[in-house]
């Protein structure tokens, strides 16, 4: 079994910065792709950021892209999401996901495991 745990979310002013964690625990060597998505409220869970089993490929939606970096250190077993330059409109509850495959996914359905959420808030 594994267990997805994220952690970072908050308050903060637009244009601010946060970075969200994402550590994996249990059975850990058997997550290789991992990603970010996030749900605001009233609408459907949609992908942010996702990153290959060793960190050589990603992909972005485009409505972070330039502001957002995904990168995992391997060694601390834990996945971040660099959020700069933040708007309101990136306001959500943000999921951290893995799964055994080791490509990029970008897919909700391509996952298996999912964190609980953390929640991001940024003010205008």
């Known amino acids: 079994q594994v267990q997805l745990v994220e952690s970072g979310g908050g308050l903060v002013q637009a244009g601010g910065s946060l970075r969200l964690s994402c550590a994996p625990s249990?059975?850990?060597?058997?997550?290789?792709?991992m990603g970010w998505f996030r749900q605001a409220p009233g609408k459907e869970r949609e992908f942010v950021a996702a990153?290959?089993?060793?960190?050589?490929?990603?992909d972005y939606d485009d409505s972070v892209k330039g502001r957002f970096t995904i990168s995992r250190d391997n060694a601390k077993n834990t996945m971040y999401l660099q959020m700069n330059s933040l708007k309101p409109e990136d306001t959500a509850v943000y999921y951290c996901?893995?799964?055994?495959?080791?490509?990029?996914?970008?897919?909700?359905?391509?996952?298996?495991?999912w964190g609980q959420g953390t929640q991001v808030t940024v003010s205008s």
């Open positions: 996901a893995g799964d055994s495959a080791r490509t990029v996914i970008v897919s909700t359905t391509g996952y298996e495991y």
């Open positions: 990153i290959s089993g060793r960190g050589r490929f990603t």
């Open positions: 249990g059975r850990t060597f058997s997550i290789h792709a």
